[in-house]
């Protein structure tokens, strides 16, 4: 039933943004925030379109601060500060335009075009989406590989997300109960994929950790025999 699948993905998405939570607290890498962020406001955007939350006139709000929490997601797992110095900078340029309509979409009531804001807000977070996968699919093809892990675990939920803007602007329809369902199901598949990413990322941390242990004892060890010697 629908009220089955709506419990079944809303309960397997929120123990993810806990799982996710806590490797945070473990490891202290800032991309599982961004992560936590984008993955929270998902479920609330998820929750809006579905009619579990009475959140209808900030939804372009919510979605906009999602799109920002991606997009330094992006920034932070592609390495994009150390490896595209000029393209990570503009990144936080780019954020700041999403917020900055993040914003504006949040006061309806006081805003008389708010109607372009929502339109330009909607185009914002579509595009995007489509535009970290085509760069991640550029970098991918130069052999970085959590490039193509983000291009693996994003497309279909691009392609999910294209489908509901084509019926909602373009055909002027709401959303029905399958293509809510193809959202979902490409928000989960993600989840899970990049859940289990972060699980090999941890522990290729934790041998990093090991090795700088050893290597800091090491280096201890050898200016005691130096002392001694000395």
């Given at each position: ?65 999602t ?5 330094l ?131 290729h ?26």
């Amino acid at each position: 039933t629908k009220e089955f699948d709506t419990g079944l993905f809303f309960g397997a998405l929120g123990i993810l943004l806990i799982y996710n939570l806590f490797i945070f607290i473990s490891v202290r890498e800032i991309s599982f925030v961004y992560y936590s962020f984008y993955l929270g406001g998902m479920v609330t955007v998820l929750g809006i379109i579905g009619g579990i939350f009475p959140l209808n006139q900030i939804l372009t709000t919510i979605g906009l601060f999602t799109t920002v929490g991606f997009l330094l997601f992006t920034h932070s797992l592609l390495e994009l500060k150390y490896r595209f110095p000029r393209i990570g900078s503009s990144f936080y340029i780019f954020s700041s335009v999403g917020a900055l309509l993040a914003v504006l979409a949040a006061f309806p009531a006081y805003l008389p075009f708010i109607g372009l804001v929502e339109y330009l807000g909607d185009l914002f977070i579509f595009s995007s989406f489509g535009l970290m996968i085509g760069f991640a699919a550029y970098l991918s093809l130069r052999k970085q590989k959590s490039a193509l892990l983000y291009v693996i675990a994003w497309s279909p939920l691009f392609f999910a997300m294209a489908f509901y803007f084509a019926r909602v602007h373009l055909l002027k329809g709401e959303s029905g109960y399958w293509e809510l369902f193809a959202w979902r199901s490409a928000v989960l598949a993600q989840t899970l994929i990049f859940s289990a990413g972060f699980t090999y990322r941890v522990k290729h941390l934790q041998i990093e950790n090991a090795i700088q242990t050893e290597k800091a004892k090491d280096a201890e060890r050898l200016r005691n025999l130096v002392r001694v010697i000395c």
